[in-house]
């Protein structure tokens, strides 16, 4: 048995909360702090220092030795330099232990090492971290020691973002102003923000790190590139929400106990689809923290695996065949005074404001659905979308019955008068309670659902940050507001002017209302007629970024610059180029030092027996010795043309110079080349003695953890 925790007493233990502040601050400068991260504004300079000085003391008390501007930047993981709180010794030889206000407010690493798309050139390196006040400082406890984390965002000497962080904070300021304008135009005067919500359930992986440290693809790749399918796949849909084996329960435990800690609200855990594969959902949280605490449970996920002799694979896809890894990002809008821009109510015929933001959604998504598919692209998740597990390509919206009976008498007649109602489970045993049906079932298979008072956008990748999803939401919805905020309050009819409003917007964009089995192909064919984008790879996606619509929507709302914009299509043709230029130099390792000599062991073993057999008993049949030593030999030389032939592609791919030119190539010549080489590959893994098999199977990852 684990020792028994209190988990009231040990959650937000290690973070810089306000109860903190509260304690550590003089009253003056905690109201300052707490006006400033309430309204979003700017940090008073001079109360940096005292709340510097607290923060140190309070990590100081707790065992710190360091602290780091914590930023991410476009490598998609986090970044962080640490330094010491020592200053340098005075005459008697001590040190004191320092951290000014300047500090904590601004940090300047060396930035040229970072991915900047050529915004930054060499010669003009600098780069800015400045304290994101609205996203509590943390303390971490690891191998490395006790270290205060300061969540930051990471700028160019010019103010051009270089992060995640700081585009979607400008998000967030357009998508409050603008909701707030949605909000006055129903007679609220008291909300004083709106803040974006967001809940990500991530999913991932976990193997055996003894066996994960013998396959090099998942080393250097963090996916495999070769395997056979075991005998055993996820048929038999047992691992989905099974009991929890001890060695994966012990692992979850840690991770909550330590997520727990630095204020993340771990809620939610169970097995997924496929065998070896898991979820963790927080409660949900304001977007910023939300993206934060989603990379801290992630780092946790990894960290805490290693403890555990396990390692933990983010990846999209690690195992061809079984499901992939995703991450819904459930989102919402809530003022500060608790109301939610996304509840229907029971009766969401009558609630005309509900029915304008939602108008106002379908709108948005439906215009810029090359955007929300951009920002679920990664180079993993090219292997999950569009493939019949998981979201399709096609940006389409799930709405329910309830909503979609709203729209349609909405539509045809012009007024909607009624709402279906959820009625009541029968569940038929005498003992069990009938339960309250909820109006809407779920669909699982639409990439943008209605789930009740919020969106799940299903289609971003489990490896990846959710911040620019969250950024294209917040961004494409305050324009859509704008837009009938600045019609709507000129009208001198306000009743009938938002009525036609609704109806006009909701006939414009219905198209993209769908509730079928979006895993068909009937829907490929049905959405093409529609005329909504099927965009099939990230290399295809990115174009979306630097459109004219997409220039015109972010440079409004004073999110991305068109350089900004130009910046991260090139960092991400380069991670594109980049990681499948590693994956196919990892297969060309494997191949050509690890497959090959393996099976020509087993050709020569063959041979040998065949010869041995043959001399001891002439007349003893050897034809199946002979068989598959004919079949091994065919498929032995396969590979070998299929190796040459990656070999010679990734070589001419590496010399090409322009980002773009540069992923396509990759896209189009060596992965197809890839999967070429593959091929052969597994199935001589199930020809081959295993004992002879260079590395774990697909069998002994994901069942034998
Ligand atoms: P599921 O989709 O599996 O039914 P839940 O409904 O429990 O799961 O929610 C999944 C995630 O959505 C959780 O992180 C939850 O906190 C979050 N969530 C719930 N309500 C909202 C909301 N109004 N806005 C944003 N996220 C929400
Ligand atoms: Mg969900």
Redo the contacts with the bound molecule.
Sequence with gaps: MSELINVAEIFGKNVFNETVMREYLPKGVFKKLKKTIEDGAELDPSIADVVAHAMKDWAIRHGATHYTHWFQPLTGVTAEKHDSFISAPNTEGKVIMEFSGKELIKGEPDASSFPSGGLRATFEARGYTAWDCTSPAFIREDALGVTLCIPTAFCSYRGEALDQKTPLLRSMQAIDRQSLRILRLFGNTTSKRVVP?????QEYFLVDRAKYLQRKDLIYAGRTLFGAMPPKGQELEDHYFGAIRERIGAFMNEVNQELWKVGVTA??QHNEVAPAQHEL????DEVNVAVDHNQMVMETLKKVAGRHGMTCLLHEKPFAGVNGSGK?N???L?SDDGI?L??PGDTPHENIQFLLVLACVLKAVDKHADLLRESASDVGNDHRLGANEAPPAIISIFLGEQLEDVINQLCSTGEATHSKKGGKLLTGVATLPDLDKDATD?NRTSPFAF????F?FRMVGSADSIAPPNVVLNTIVAEAFKEVADELEKAEDFDTAVHDMIKGLLAEHRRIIFNGNGYSDAWVEEAEKRGLPNIRSMVDAIPALTTDKAVKLYEEFGVFTRAELESRAEVEYEAYAKAINIEARTMIDMAGKQIIPAVIRYTTRLAESLGTVKAACPEADTSVQAELLVETSALLSDMKVALAALTDVTEECLVVSDACACAHAYHDKVVPAMEALRAPADKLEMIVDKELWPFPSYGDLIFEV
């Design positions: 919500s967001v809940g990500p359930e809620k939610t959902a927080p409660i949900y819904h459930n989102w919402s809530i939610n996304l509840n779920r789930t009740g008072n919020k799940e």
